[in-house]
């Protein structure tokens, strides 16, 4: 636990403690009364409550439209059925820059509505449900429908035989068991909404402010380390209290029902309804997940002259672009592979020694520690960057203008999906097998080596395209410390929605493009990798 411990300490307890510190303190003495000051501000108020009412309305959005989705993919058997489940998912990994520039081509000015039918969403609270409900569907299908497919249908049957009708034998016997699947879904798509960043910040407009944007917004644009240090512990609090209750809910999945293989519970849709609600769940993800995307490769290709590649080629020109960039900005894609591939090897090393050693202990000390590696999936990313900022700035760790900033702010993001992704392999590993390598005279590392590491390979390499997807998207702390020579590619969309003009419009949707098909690539290759069901995503 040392080497994941110190990690979490320097890079992400230090940073987000400083920049908290130096907003509460004067003169070197706690201000504890600025909270109280800060919280009592009508537009802070107004922040608070539609952060909290519109994750709420986007998380019961999302169950309502992805829990038939779930028991679609769940039960059903069809033709392209593991092509559609990895269609589903790309949403999840794409980076939230990239699902509000979709939704922004579809709903905003100019966009495909608009031209069709004079209808504008962007700068409404629609734009804004319907872009979280898009990017989190896939959480409540691969959750909720991953235990879903492992119930046994047996034991609703014997309920149907003894009298039960179908939706009294649905409601006692395989809602109960589904219970804490679609408790810790609500839980993960409120904190993704809570903390939305990227997509408020581009179709929410001036009017629409969460706790992430309101932190940005007075840390960047105001200055105001005060307002903005009191909105960090409160955020941090809310998301502290999430994970509690998600932790909760997961050790109560994982005891809900014995479970049997997917394979014996899947069959053909038999019957109207059956065929009925598999074609409105298809439906559902061509609406929802195909069109927004498909509305997005579109108007990277419609130039003025007609559809083409002039906005693909005026990446390569710093000039084209309005002196938005100082190189071109083609150069950000290989920015961002770059950055992303450290990112990825830093949090395959933390997640790993993390995931052992949650593997090898048990105790508070050890559960506490499980819980702080996923605090960095809720705590504002902004804040984290800007702490870096203030605090890696001196000797021994004058790291401000070193690029190695940037994947380390990224493999904070990174971690979480490897611990999870690999913890449930690393503990399905038969303690006698160590042991007999042991007794054969093999070293631990050996035993590892040979033991281990054939063993969870596979869940290895998933997390690792995990960490990478995440990594190659992350915006919130990267905005802060990419350096304008270095742009990575959110950096460089949302810079480019930042000015007017066609042709920078047109070149953010090529680059978000470009993004959306490495995330989509890396995802698929995922799904060929994985041929089971091995951890939490």
Known sequence: ???????????????VV?????????????????????LSRPDIADVLWFTTWQA???????????????????????PGKQLLRAVVTVPFVLPTVVVGTAFLALLGRGGFLDELWGVRLDTTVWAILLAHVFFNYAVVVRTVGGLWSQLDPRQEEAARVLGAGRLAAWRRVTLPALAPAVGAAALMVFLFTFTSFGVVQILGGPAYSTLEVEIYRQTAQLLDLPTAAVLTLVQFAAVGGILAVHA????????????????QTSRRP???????????????????????LGVLVERSLDTSGGYGFGFYRALQSADASGSTFLVPPLEAIGNSLQYALVATLIALVIGGLA?????????????????LLMLPLGVSAVTVGFGFLITLDEPPLDLRTSWILVPLAQALVGVPFVVRTMLPVLRAVDDRLREAAAVLGASPLRAWREVDLPLVRRALLVAAGFAFAVSLGEFGATVFIARPDN????????????????LNYGQ?????????LVCAVSLLLLERIRTDRSGEF
């Open 1 to 15: 636990m040392a080497v994941p411990v110190a990690f979490f300490a320097l890079f992400f307890a230090y940073p």
């Open 18 to 38: 400083a920049i908290v510190g130096r907003g509460l303190k004067a003169d070197g003495v706690w201000q504890f009364g600025r909270i109280g000051e800060v």
């Open 56 to 78: 709420l309305a986007s998380t019961v959005l999302t169950l309502l439209i992805a829990l038939p989705g779930a028991y679609v993919f769940a039960r059903f058997d069809f």
């Open 248 to 263: 909760w809910t997961v050790r109560r999945r994982e005891t809900a029902l014995k479970l049997v293989d997917p394979a």
């Open 270 to 292: 038999r019957g109207a309804g059956q065929r009925a609600l598999l074609g409105g769940v298809l439906l559902t993800v061509a609406l929802l997940i195909v069109v927004p």
């Open 355 to 371: 995931a052992a050693a949650l593997t090898r202990r048990a105790g508070p000390l050890v559960r506490g520690f499980d819980a």
């Open 487 to 502: 742009p990575t590619l959110p950096v460089a969309v949302a810079r480019l929605l930042g000015r007017s003009g066609e």
């Open 508 to 516: 953010a949707m090529a680059l978000s493009t470009i993004l959306m």
